[in-house]
């Protein structure tokens, strides 16, 4: 099991990809180019999450067939895909064409059950059915089972002067195994274990054993891989919100602390009928934020991340997160990026 005296093997960053309802090509744009930053500074995964109805990305398989040409060796995942809003075989199909484009590089994430909010969009999504849509665990099934190839029709071969295929197309080998799971709650790190998925475990999860958040993720992540046929050695990646300031501005500064303790009242308190717990804010130099780190206890279960980058930020806060991200608080937990020394952006 990693321990936090052992490098950080993978760095990854999340960015929800936000923009001006006026303009949204520009915010989209944005995102492209952070996405080519992160490259360039030698993450080894850019993630972007999904929304709906809101001013951030709602299409990440589009985002990431955008961005698929024009990069070439970070791998592009979601973090994460509320699957109820989905349709499995349409999906898959999508996933499949832009893993291809982009050479096997697509790390997909998901959750099941009702989307955040589907009560206000069921009825525009599933206008008869949505009474009757199966939104638990058996959809992710079905999607992995799609992906691998499994035949969906007996009516395979050539008809008239065209030739149909048994299972969905393009088939890319090697995208069913790169599925990861968004678990917050024990169950459900279970479930992803016992079903051989990779485990996102982020900075919310369900109060479970006290209130303390790192104790309630590492028991997540114990028990996911007690469950995984990989034993400790099933991936699991961590994403906390993490505000390295080695280079920031003083305004910056003052914009970050700002940010932080205005959503300082919220951790240690469970929150809803799930009893949701949200990690603090990590805000400070590299070294005070590796320190911090090395002293949580969902940290040192894992040795690759996927950093979230605060919502409300602007691009140039972006550029300096990143860059300090990989330029100083990686190399301060062991990681080294595959591309040699961080590029000036």
């Given at each position: 099991m990693p321990q936090s005296?052992?490098?950080?093997?993978?760095?990854?960053?999340?960015?929800?990809?936000?923009?001006?309802?006026?303009?949204?090509a520009a915010?989209?744009?944005?995102?492209?180019?952070?996405?080519?930053l992160g490259e360039r500074l030698g993450f080894d995964s850019a993630w972007l999450r999904h929304r709906h109805l809101q001013h951030g990305i709602s299409s990440p398989v589009a985002v990431m067939a955008a961005a698929s040409q024009r990069t070439s060796r970070i791998e592009l995942g979601t973090a994460v895909t509320p699957l109820g809003a989905e349709n499995p075989f349409r999906l898959a199909e999508d996933l499949a064409t832009v893993d291809v484009l982009a050479g096997g590089r697509i790390t997909p994430g998901f959750s099941t059950g009702s989307p955040m909010r589907f009560d206000t969009y069921k009825e525009a999504l599933y206008p008869a059915t949505w009474q009757s849509e199966d939104l638990g665990y058996d959809r992710l099934l079905r999607l992995r089972s799609l992906l691998r190839g499994d035949a969906v029709t007996d009516a395979a071969g050539l008809d008239a002067l065209e030739v149909y295929s048994d299972h969905v197309q393009p088939h890319s080998p090697g995208l069913a195994d790169r599925l990861w799971y968004g678990a917050a709650s024990r169950r459900s790190a279970r479930w992803a274990g016992e079903n051989g998925f990779r485990l996102l475990t982020s900075s919310v999860v369900a109060a479970e054993d006290g209130t303390d958040f790192a104790t309630n993720q590492s028991a997540q992540i114990r028990e996911f891989r007690r469950l995984h046929p990989d034993g400790a050695d099933a991936r699991v990646s961590q994403g906390l919100v993490v505000i390295p300031t080695d280079s920031a501005?003083?305004?910056?500064?003052?914009?970050y602390r700002d940010y932080v303790d205005s959503r300082a009242a919220r951790v240690g308190v469970p929150h809803g009928p799930?009893?949701?717990?949200f990690a603090?804010?990590?805000?400070g130099s590299?070294?005070?934020?590796?320190?911090?780190?090395?002293?949580?206890a969902g940290f040192r279960e894992v040795d690759e991340v996927a950093f979230a980058l605060p919502f409300s930020f602007e691009h140039d806060d972006y550029v300096q997160l990143l860059t300090d991200i990989a330029g100083a608080l990686g190399p301060a937990l062991g990681w080294r990026p595959e591309t040699g020394p961080p590029a000036t952006p």
């Open positions: 005296h052992l490098p950080l093997s993978r760095l990854g960053f999340l960015t929800i990809g936000t923009f001006d309802p006026e303009n949204a915010g989209h744009e944005s995102t492209l180019q952070i996405i080519e501005t003083a305004s910056q500064r003052r914009r799930g009893r949701l717990l603090a804010d990590l805000v590299a070294a005070e934020i590796a320190e911090r780190l090395h002293e949580d």
